[in-house]
């Protein structure tokens, strides 16, 4: 079983929507994946109560379960041990609060990988680096290898100068630069409907770039 934390300083980077479309793409490829929502706003859980509301869209194809990380890292390592053994599960997903206060660092701490979503903004760019802090601080904790760390480009406008230029603002930050998500409708529209990218738009470009991040993190994973 293999951990993957989604995490930043802030809100508004498409963390929640990132992590609920990665599970999905991970899981149509054959993976058995849970999504643990620890993010106090509970987005992730909340979007998947959406798809099982009457006349509502069908169920999303992954389990959300949320999760406090409050309790300390050996409690929230036994509740992920648990829910992964229950479900079988080969990869768990974290929505990782949006505060990186000590249940970042927790999640950090026991993640494999730790993706960092980053928008096309001054703002969001100071925010991740203290995120890759974070995680960094849990490598030199762990073993000095772990989590591994990749820089998500999120809410890309294609064809901007702000989407073109944001994969060599984030190369300062030392850490790979995984394959960019897009700002498209079609992910908004999936998200009031209940649905992940998926279901409801499988042949969409915002489907590809989701393919192409789970290859990326598959790829990092089995080194």
Same mark, same amino acid.
């Given at each position: ?10 809100? &508004? ?52 379960? *949320?999760?406090?990380?409050?309790? &300390? ?46 928008? *096309? ?103």
């Amino acid at each position: 079983m293999h951990i993957i934390s989604l995490m930043n300083l802030k809100g &508004g980077v498409g963390k929640t929507t990132i992590a609920l479309n990665l599970a999905a793409t991970l899981a149509d490829q054959g993976q058995r994946v849970v999504l643990v929502d620890a993010d106090p706003q509970q987005s992730a859980t909340q979007w998947a109560q959406q798809g099982q509301t009457p006349g509502g869209a069908a169920a999303l194809q992954i389990a959300v379960h *949320p999760l406090q990380t409050g309790g &300390g890292a050996l409690q929230f390592q036994a509740a992920l041990k648990q829910l992964a053994q229950a479900a079988q599960a080969t990869l768990v997903v974290i929505d990782c609060p949006p505060e990186l206060a000590d249940p970042a660092l927790v999640a950090a701490l026991l993640s494999d990988i730790v993706l960092v979503p980053v928008t *096309p903004s001054p703002l969001d760019l100071w925010a991740a680096k203290h995120a890759v802090a974070t995680a960094q601080e849990a490598r030199t904790l762990r073993d000095g290898r772990t989590p591994l760390i990749s820089l998500v480009p999120s809410k890309l406008l294609p064809h901007t100068i702000l989407a073109r230029d944001l994969p060599a603002a984030l190369a300062a930050l030392a850490e790979p630069v995984a394959p960019g998500i897009s700002q498209r409708v079609a992910l908004i529209e999936a998200i009031v409907l209940g649905q992940t990218i998926r279901t409801y738009a499988k042949t969409s470009p915002a489907a590809a770039e989701f393919a192409a991040l789970a290859q990326h993190t598959l790829r990092r994973l089995q080194r």
